[in-house]
Nanobody, 115 residues
Framework: QVQLVESGGGLVQPGGSLRLSCAASGMTFSLNVMGWYRQAPGKQRELVATTTSAGMVTYADSVKGRFTIFRDNAKNTVYLQMDSLKPEDTAVYLC?????????WGQGTRVTVSS
């Protein structure tokens, strides 16, 4: 099993920034994919960004140029730097990690972008 602890969500004004973090513990060997999804009220869960152990990074079109994902393999932690936040970024952000045993999800951290 892999346990995930997310932090960094909160309330921010449009144009502001937040940094989310997700620390993995437990069976953390070969964490191939680490990343973030989000789910807004009444909407389906959607990919935000992922990064692989080989360094491949994927972003949703809606966040390209504004969000940056990076990982610290020594700490088994993935981060999501979110800049130029918009009201439409409001959602619960969920961390996901994948290894050979399966996919593991965090409980989510809420991000609210509002003036």
């Amino acid at each position: 099993q892999v346990q995930l602890v997310e932090s960094g969500g909160g309330l921010v004004q449009p144009g502001g920034s937040l940094r989310l973090s997700c620390a993995a513990s437990g069976m953390t060997f070969s964490l191939n994919v680490m990343g973030w999804y989000r789910q807004a009220p009444g909407k389906q869960r959607e990919l935000v960004a992922t990064t692989t152990s080989a360094g491949m990074v994927t972003y949703a079109d809606s966040v390209k140029g504004r969000f940056t994902i990076f990982r610290d393999n020594a700490k088994n932690t993935v981060y999501l730097q979110m800049d130029s936040l918009k009201p439409e970024d409001t959602a619960v952000y969920l961390c996901i990690v994948k290894n050979v045993l399966g996919d593991y999800w965090g409980q989510g951290t809420r991000v609210t972008v509002s003036s």
